[in-house]
């Protein structure tokens, strides 16, 4: 599987971005997730929908990001509203090929190559 992230770009402190996750091969057998990293920082979770459609989320984006996706066309996407500076980070999408914890980078087994965010104040 093959990811290719789309989406970001510079906003100003509460604007909205909408990221998108092209996958090579049809994903609606995999829980997919979406991970940022900030310069010097760990990358963390931000978000996650299961195969089945459920949703996760970081508690630092509850109430402002929604994570959709449609099988049909091979793609998640990541609505950020509400953007603050610290969103700022190069965020990247993820593939796993079974379920397992949604928030553990190391339970995804294909990550696109990333896609920058950044929110001035």
């Known amino acids: 599987v093959q990811l290719q992230a789309s989406g970001g770009g510079l906003v100003q402190a509460g604007g909205s971005l909408r990221l998108s996750c092209a996958a090579s091969?049809?994903?609606?057998?995999?829980?997919m997730g979406w991970f940022r990293q900030a310069p010097g920082k760990e990358r963390e979770f931000v978000a996650a929908?299961?195969?089945?459609?459920?949703?996760f989320f970081a508690d630092s984006v509850k109430g402002r990001f929604t994570i959709s996706r449609d099988n049909a066309k091979n793609a998640v996407y990541l609505q950020m509203n509400s953007l603050k500076p610290e969103d700022t980070a190069v965020y990247f999408c993820?593939?796993?090929?079974?379920?397992?914890?949604?928030?553990?980078?190391?339970?995804?087994?294909?990550w696109g190559q990333g896609t920058q965010v950044t929110v001035s104040s």
């Open positions: 993820a593939a796993a090929r079974a379920s397992r914890s949604t928030n553990n980078p190391t339970d995804y087994d294909y």
């Open positions: 929908i299961r195969w089945s459609g459920s949703t």
């Open positions: 091969v049809g994903i609606f057998s995999n829980d």
